[in-house]
């Protein structure tokens, strides 16, 4: 069983706001990174750290983080946001290696 | 341009081995820890192993024993033998650059387009 906790499954109206979330112990000491993946590709990073998104991520993903629960945020959802969600962070190992991924999120835009 | 390309997939039978290797470009590969990470068709993603820039490694209870993570600094290139193989390790497996942050945070900013491993008689 996973170590993060992602619901199955999200949907938004397109040009709304919709929040995904993610939880798990270790999110008390280490911030979650996400990604974006679409059908036939692989991954894609959107955001990490305590709020950071890499170039070329568009500035309606933002992320954020309280207690045991990190958030990523899309404001005004496009089309083109339609993807599986995951959130990855440091497992409970102690090893500076481990890490585990959420079980992921999937987000349809209607 | 960074890039990581895998290779090496293929169909397996039950009990056989299988490299895959990841050739890194566009960046000082020995810098970085790298990961393995593997998808089932309509799975989620699954950790399959992680190497530090001093060689050292990890893995996950599901793989611990027959999967091995290697790096050669030298030839850019990352790999994972895969000994014992099962149904269930069927899946894309994709290389990941991680890049460490403070207070050990980290994040996978680079990732391959994955090649594909099938187990099966």
């Known amino acids: 069983s996973s170590e993060l906790t992602q619901d199955p499954a999200v949907s938004v109206a397109l040009g709304q706001t919709v929040r995904i979330t993610c939880q798990g112990d270790?999110?008390?000491?280490?911030?979650a990174s996400w990604y974006q993946q679409k059908p036939g590709q692989a991954p894609v990073l959107v955001i990490y750290g305590k709020n950071n998104r890499p170039s070329g991520i568009p500035d309606r993903f933002s992320g954020s983080s309280s207690g045991n629960t990190a958030s990523l945020t899309i404001t005004g959802a496009q089309a083109e946001d339609e993807a599986d969600y995951y959130c990855n962070s440091r497992d409970s190992s102690g090893n500076h290696l481990g890490v585990v991924f959420g079980g992921g999120t999937k987000l349809t835009v209607l | 341009e960074v890039q990581l390309v895998e290779s090496g997939g293929g169909l397996v039978q039950p009990g056989g081995s299988l490299r895959l290797s990841c050739a890194a470009s566009?960046?000082?590969?020995?810098?970085?820890?790298m990961h393995w990470v593997r998808q089932a068709t309509g799975k989620g993603l699954e950790w399959v192993s992680a190497?530090?820039?001093?060689?050292?490694?990890y893995y996950p209870g599901s793989v611990k024993g027959r999967f091995t993570i290697s790096r050669e600094n030298a030839k850019n290139s990352l790999y994972l033998q895969m000994n014992s193989l099962r149904a269930g390790d069927t899946a894309v497996y994709y290389c990941?650059?991680?890049?460490?942050?403070?207070?050990?945070?980290?994040?996978?900013?680079?990732w391959g387009k994955g090649t594909t491993v099938t187990v099966s008689s």
């Open positions: 566009g960046f000082t590969f020995s810098s970085y820890d």
């Open positions: 190497i530090g820039t001093a060689g050292d490694t």
């Open positions: 270790s999110l008390r000491s280490y911030y």
């Open positions: 990941a650059r991680v890049v460490v942050a403070a207070k050990g945070n980290y994040y996978m900013d680079v």
